[in-house]
């Protein structure tokens, strides 16, 4: 099964990126009843680093209510590798919270942005193929750059 990024999502997860290079980006997804991507969720990488994320907790639980409100459920997660292609670490393996949890990199193919998608089962790298948009309409969510919120409308 495939993944479909609403356009909105794809430029709300690549606006991301570039606003926190050198760091990486870090965030959440959450996902309507039919698996579509409702809206992204792009949060502080608490460890300010170019090899490594962590979220901050209030924003986390912030996303969670937030997506709790509209009925979506959080799934998935995305994070930047701003020097390389967006592929799965070794970290990523190991700290993936489970084989039912999304996965999008944004890193850097022939010096532009690129999203890819995968799942991690058991230790091993599935790329999830993007599919053509069929149905939803996927929000993108920018912190407002003059307040640094992160809080969703």
Do not use: K
């Not at 949060?43 to 170019?50: I, R, W």
């Not at 979506?72 to 970290?91: A, Q």
């Not at 944004?106 to 690129?114: I, L, N, Q, T």
């Amino acid at each position: 099964m495939g993944v479909v990024i609403p356009p909105p999502i794809r430029e709300a997860l690549v606006a991301h990126t570039l606003a926190c290079l050198p760091e990486e980006c870090c965030g959440l997804l959450a996902v309507d009843g039919h698996g579509s991507i409702r809206f992204v969720y792009p949060l502080t990488n608490v460890d300010h680093s170019p090899v490594s994320y962590t979220v901050e907790p209030r924003e986390h639980f912030g996303a969670l209510r937030h997506a709790d409100r509209h009925g979506w459920e959080i799934e998935g997660g995305f994070h930047s590798h701003p020097t390389t292609t967006p592929v799965p670490s070794p970290t990523d393996v190991e700290r993936s919270p489970g084989p039912g949890w999304l996965h999008l990199l944004v890193g850097f193919e022939a010096g532009r942005p690129a999203v890819r998608a995968f799942r991690i089962r058991d230790g091993q790298i599935e790329e999830v193929q993007e599919e053509a948009r069929t149905q939803g309409s996927g929000r993108g969510f920018l912190r407002d750059p003059a307040h640094g919120s992160h809080q969703p409308p």
